[in-house]
């Protein structure tokens, strides 16, 4: 009976598993994020779903909930993260025939908690959320006392270009913030430098659109990327101190020093320092801790085009930044800077025209004495809950004398010679005031923004302008005396309404005033100084632009948000025949991004631009009479049309990311110049006149990738960009073309092979081809190896080979030179933050460089580097002192800034 009864329920049971669902190929999985009391929802956290097919991300949304879609196993590891909160971890074995999971709440504690399952070690990765990709800096490796600024180039998708400059994705970081308040002047390199890595959590890359903008939400227009540095919550207020001075035999020194203090919205700042050096030479890639720039530059190029000289420069910064009363912060800030610059070139210039070429060999000095005082101050107030005004008042004022001689050689179209001595002397004042009120409504979430910024300046110049052509002998003795006022005045109203969770209106309007007064006076000192009445003329010119857009934001899915709007430009130049121009453009933005690893965006946009004064300025420049120019007031705004593309991937699992922008811009009816020849005798000029023309476009293709091996003990980075340009110019009032293509390759791979050795080699290729004009052909090749040697804790040997080649069509050009730089430094104090080196850069004197510029129709080249060999003595000291300060025990928001 009892085997009976048991084959019954074998039976039944079988009936029961064959009714039963086979398992779901996929499910969602959803959850909420709370404190440990299961009372406060926790919003921004970060989440890993892990299993073993992949791993997918999420953030929790203002409830605190997260949503995973597609998730291809029941069994399932969640990890979640948030600032101020120890991680949880814990494995799920759920229902395998369900669709949709919702698990039981995650709570977050503050305190230690030992947790039980599975362990899993690996690093977050990259998240992009929405206009902010993050990194977060444990999951790279740096050295001891390591600035910012070698933790910011392990990021994947950064470069730094020749001159130092920051570059993500190839789009330039122009704002640096700390815990999301502007640090000090906002100065990227300056926060690289000065902070250290171990005291950073997080790094965010932002798309900027403006305060205005940002504040209601409207992205229109093109943004700017800003780096903002989130603290670890116990180091985020600081002293900051630095002393620095370099020195040696040949009158070159270089000395600075600042004091700091950051507490949140707390700053201030004193610094101040002085230079001399020679003009010309090139500045790295130093070595070393002291020279705090990056030795991966490739810095083949000059120093701005000089050949030799002398610069002098002394400058002093006072920043002051604080809160009054929760209501209202302020800033104020003044910068002085003087120079005394003495400057050399020789100059090769090669100009194609349809008639023949010009060869132009030119000696110039140029000796400068400029001081230039900046003053701002800058108040943001908090007028109710939902209402703030931000003012800024600001002045400048700048005195400047120059002092300019050259003697040139032309041959080919022109033959003959000329010297020229020129004086002048300038001082501007300027004063100006931004405002921007913000109101938001509770009750639908909508934004109004509204804005005012009024500009008053006065410009004096006075020129004395002499010369002789030797071949002939004609001479020339001009003075000019030119006063300019500029007046101006911006206004703008943003506004933003929601009807829905999905769907936003967007409107912007702008109204920009623009006046200038020029006053010119022409005199003729041949003999007794004689005012020249058709040379002498007064002239207002005045503009006015007044941009509106109105666009409509939609979200469609979860992932993806389309931007469409129209803008109407309108201009106005009033005293010129050109008078009012209005074009409709319209303005489109998608961006698609799944969940934290992927984002694609394409935009297109269109502005007009309205030409420059001295563009369309009735009274021909004769100081020079070998290049009259001459301005064109019947000139009408160029139309630009852009369009741009974009793709991001970061690849957890592989450890790679690549990103690829593809860039597009059409000028129609861009302000191009017209050169005009003369012959009067045996004398030949020309004539600069300007016209607005079609056809100009630029093409451009920006690549990166990034891969990364075992626990990153090396990783290789590809940074490229291709780009063609076509640009259109007049000779002879016949349109000619130029197109040159141009392609920039470099390869870069950090290794550190053992404790005691950090290397990085590069390779790379840059070449351009001109289609035009064969003389526009190179291509430059370039090998590096850059590394620390660490004998002890305490001392170091750093050392940088490079080897360049390269091939023109012009043999000046074809050059191989071979560029070593070593220094030997060591740590002092008890704390280690005091070093001295010694620096010997250019060891074998062969950095001699040739700076190519393009022109419009041809080249200049200018030879650079002419003492580039030097030795320096460095020290410096940077004691700092980093703790959480009152702001320990209190909670953060995403972008690091304390919550009051």
Request: glycine share 8%; hydrophobic share 35%; net charge positive.
């Amino acid at each position: 009976m009892r085997l009976l009864h048991l084959l019954l329920l074998l039976i039944l049971a079988g009936q029961t598993l064959a009714q039963q669902p086979p398992p779901l190929p996929q499910r969602q999985v959803s959850g909420v994020v709370r404190d440990s009391s299961g009372a406060v929802d926790i919003p921004q956290a970060s989440v890993l779903l892990i299993t073993p097919a992949d791993t997918l991300s999420a953030v929790t949304n203002g409830d605190g909930i997260f949503v995973f879609e597609a998730v291809k196993s029941a069994e399932f590891t969640i990890v979640v993260r948030h600032m101020g909160y120890q991680p949880f971890l814990q494995r799920y074995l759920m229902n395998d025939t369900k669709p949709r999971l919702t698990l039981a709440p995650v709570l977050l504690h503050t305190a230690m908690q030992a947790l039980s399952g599975v362990t899993i070690k690996g690093k977050t990765g990259p998240q992009m959320l929405g206009d902010t990709v993050q990194f977060w800096a444990d999951d790279y490796i740096v050295r001891d006392y390591a600035r910012l600024e070698e933790l910011v180039k392990k990021l994947e998708g950064v470069s730094v270009d020749k001159d130092g400059n920051v570059l993500f994705m190839g789009q330039l970081l122009k704002k640096a913030m700390f815990n999301g308040i502007r640090y000090f002047g906002g100065d990227v390199k300056q926060l690289l430098k000065e902070l250290p890595a171990n005291i950073v959590e997080r790094i965010q890359i932002i798309d900027d659109y403006g305060d205005q903008a940002n504040a209601a939400g409207i992205k229109t227009g093109a943004s700017t990327k800003s780096i903002n540095i989130v603290s670890k919550k116990d180091k985020s207020v600081a002293n900051l101190y630095d002393v620095t001075a370099e020195a040696n035999l040949d009158a070159r020194y270089n000395g600075h020093g600042y004091i700091k203090h950051i507490d949140g919205v707390h700053q201030l700042e004193v610094q101040g320092g002085a230079e001399k050096m020679p003009a010309g030479i090139i500045a790295g890639p130093p070595v070393g801790t002291i020279s705090k720039t990056n030795a991966m530059q490739f810095t083949a190029g000059p120093a701005a085009g000089i050949s030799g000289g002398r610069r002098q420069n002394a400058y002093g910064i006072f920043t002051y930044k604080n809160q009054f009363r929760q209501f209202l912060t302020y800033e104020l800030y003044y910068n002085l800077q003087h120079k005394d610059n003495l400057e050399l070139k020789d100059v090769v210039q090669q100009e194609y025209f349809p008639a023949g070429t010009l060869t132009t060999t030119t000696h110039q000095s140029a000796t400068q004495r400029q001081t230039q005082h900046d003053g701002k101050g800058i108040f943001n107030a908090k007028l109710s809950a939902n209402a703030q005004l931000n003012t800024t008042i600001g002045f400048k004022y700048s005195s400047d004398e120059q002092e300019r001689n050259s003697n040139a050689v032309q041959a080919g179209l022109l033959q003959q010679g000329s010297l020229q001595h020129g004086t002048q002397s300038a001082s501007r004042p300027e004063l100006d005031l931004d405002l921007l009120y913000i109101q938001r409504f509770n009750h639908s979430k909508t934004t109004l923004t509204a804005g005012l910024c009024l500009l008053n300046a006065k410009d004096c110049r006075e020129k004395n302008d002499e010369g002789a052509i030797t071949s002939p002998d004609s001479s020339y003795h001009v003075l000019s005396e030119v006063n300019s006022r500029p007046l101006g005045y911006q206004a703008a109203l943003t506004f933003t309404h929601p009807f829905n969770d999905r769907t936003t209106l967007q409107l912007k309007g702008d109204w920009q005033f623009r006046q200038v007064d020029y006053q010119q006076q022409f005199y003729n000192k041949l003999s007794a100084p004689q005012r020249v009445d058709s040379l002498s003329a007064g002239f207002t010119y005045t503009t006015i632009d007044n941009p509106i857009v109105a666009a409509l934001k939609q979200r469609i899915g979860g992932k993806s948000i389309l931007t469409a709007g129209l803008r109407l430009q309108q201009t106005w130049m009033k005293n010129l025949q050109a008078r009012h121009r209005a074009k409709l453009f319209p303005e489109l933005l998608y961006e698609y991004s799944n969940g934290m690893r992927t984002q694609f965006s394409f935009r297109y946009n269109g502005n007009a631009i309205l030409p420059g004064m001295e563009e369309v300025l009735p009274i021909p420049d004769v100081s020079n009479p070998l290049n009259t120019i001459k301005g064109n007031p019947y000139l009408t705004p160029a139309a630009v049309h852009q369009f741009q593309a974009r793709l991001a991937r970061f690849l957890l699992r592989a450890d790679l990311f690549f990103s690829v922008t593809a860039m597009y811009a059409l000028t129609a009816g861009k302000v191009t110049p017209d050169i005009t020849f003369h012959q009067n005798g045996s004398v030949m000029s020309r004539t600069t006149g300007f016209t607005n023309v079609n056809g100009d476009t630029k093409m451009q293709l920006y690549y990166n990738l990034t891969k990364s091996f075992t626990y990153r003990s090396l990783s290789l980075k590809l940074d490229g960009q291709l780009s063609r340009n076509r640009m259109m110019y007049l000779s002879q009032q016949v349109v000619n073309s130029t197109t040159s293509l141009m392609n920039n390759n470099a390869l870069t791979a950090a290794l550190t092979p053992w404790r005691w050795l950090d290397l990085q080699a590069a390779a790379g290729v840059d070449w351009s081809h001109g289609s035009d004009f064969a003389a526009l052909n190179s291509t430059r090749s370039r090998f590096n190896l850059c590394g620390t040697i660490y004998l002890t804790p305490e001392w170091l040997i750093g050392f940088d080979v490079s080897k360049k080649l390269e091939r023109s069509s012009d043999a000046a050009l074809n050059r191989s030179p071979l560029i070593v730089g070593l220094n030997m430094e060591k740590r002092l104090f008890p704390r280690k933050n005091g070093v001295i080196s010694f620096l010997v850069m250019d060891l074998l004197r062969q950095d001699r460089a040739v700076s190519r510029q393009l022109l419009f129709n041809g080249y200049r080249d200018i030879p650079t580097a002419q003492d580039s060999r030097f030795f320096l003595l460095q020290f410096s000291w940077s004691p700092q002192r980093w703790t959480g300060g009152r702001n320990a025990g209190k909670a953060r928001r995403n972008d690091g800034s304390f919550v009051d």
